[in-house]
């Protein structure tokens, strides 16, 4: 992953230097290809029973927000590449994200983008990998991280990477 050179608004800036800070910031997971995706289990409310907020979303990307605030500046992030995002989560999400709309309008938050509940479908894999990356208050993580980010199934007897 790469540091990211912010613009003034509504500019978004322009890519970074590489990120140093952990030896691994992306994480591939192997996938089948149509396999369905769904909003990762993390015990969080941002109110009215949903989970994330959709910051960012294209064809092949998601951001999911574990707090209300439309900004990877405070709480948790996590970015997922290589998908096919949900048609009907897409279009929503485009016509909440309309530049003419309320978010463009700044400053504003007075705006709502698309919410999801735990567990609940944003996409099917693309290919026979996604790209996962966690970002923690603004900071991108070493995501393969079993301490903060995975839960170990009660089976597995192999190790896990410790950063």
């Not at 991280?145 to 170990?152: H, M, P, T």
């Amino acid at each position: 992953m790469h540091n990211w050179n912010w613009g003034t608004p509504p500019e978004p800036g322009t890519r970074g230097d590489p990120i140093k800070d952990w030896p691994a910031t992306a994480l591939g997971l192997q996938t089948t290809p149509g396999e369905t995706l769904h909003t990762p289990k993390a015990g969080y409310d941002i109110g009215g029973g949903m989970q994330v907020i959709v910051i960012y979303a294209d064809e092949s990307t998601i951001c999911l927000k574990y707090t209300r605030e439309d900004s990877a500046g405070k709480g948790y992030t996590v970015h997922v590449d290589k998908i096919k995002t949900d048609p009907n989560l897409l279009a929503l999400y485009r016509k909440l994200d309309d530049p003419n709309g309320p978010r463009y309008k700044y400053p504003n938050h007075e705006y709502e983008l698309p919410c999801l509940a735990e567990g609940q479908l944003f996409g099917t894999a693309a290919g026979a990998e996604i790209v996962v990356c966690i970002v923690d208050t603004g900071a991108f993580m070493d995501t393969r991280s079993c301490n903060e980010w995975w839960q170990v199934r009660p089976d597995y007897t192999g190790s896990c990477p410790r950063p």
